[in-house]
Structure formats: C-alpha cells, structure tokens
C-alpha cells in the first residue's frame, strides 16, 4: 500500500519512530506522540517476547540433554547429534533475539 506525503511515494506502514507516515500533531492533542509511545511499548513487548523465546528455548536444550543422559549415560554418537540440534536450536533462537534487539536499535537511532 502507498500513501503519498509531501509529494514522496512512502511504503504505508511505521517508521522508525512508531509513527504512522504523515503522522503530524496539527491539532495539538498529542496524538502524534500518543502513536510514538505506542510504538515503544511495542518495541518493549517484542523483547519482551524474544527473551522469553531464549529462555523456553534454553529450558527445552536442558530438559532434552538431560533426558538423554538419563536414558543412554554412556557416550554415543545419535545422542551427541541430538544435543548438537538442540545446542543449535537455542542458537538460532538467540541470533533472532540479537537480530531483533539490532533492528529495534537502528530504529531509535534513525528516528533521531
């Protein structure tokens, strides 16, 4: 979707700053400052939920490597390739939470 302000074709959508596009406070009641602070308290509900991604993700590596050495104490070479999933799982949970945080910075950064 396209909106055209000040004579700029602009992708619909937020920017940086959690204002929607042409977002000005004509009027002075605040309503563009109102669509900025909900856009930080999205910004705090997505870490919010990345960090509880790392650690469910952490939780289910434990419970998994436990459990197998549990069930097989010695070394064997299926087990160890299921903690190396597991291990790799959490990586790439934890490279998406970074991804995320990484985002949320430049956002910031740009909307100043």
């Keep these: 979707m396209y909106r055209h302000t ?3 074709l602009r992708l ?3 920017d940086g700053a959690g204002l929607a596009v042409g977002d000005v ?5 605040g309503t563009a400052a109102q669509g900025a602070d909900r856009g930080h308290r999205q910004g ?3 870490c919010l939920v990345m960090v509880t991604l790392v ?3 952490e939780l289910f590596n434990t419970a998994l490597e436990r459990l197998a050495d549990h069930l097989h104490s010695d ?4 087990i160890g390739a299921v903690k190396d999933c ?12 970074a991804l995320v ?5 430049v956002a910031v950064l740009a909307a100043r």
């Design 6 to 8: 000040d004579g700029l």
């Design 12 to 14: 619909g959508g937020l």
């Design 25 to 29: 406070d004509r009027t002075g009641d």
């Design 44 to 46: 705090l509900a997505l």
């Design 55 to 57: 650690m469910a993700a």
């Design 75 to 78: 070394l064997h070479p299926a």
């Design 86 to 97: 597991a291990a790799a799982a959490v990586m790439f949970v934890c490279a998406g939470a």
């Design 101 to 105: 945080g990484i985002l949320m910075l």
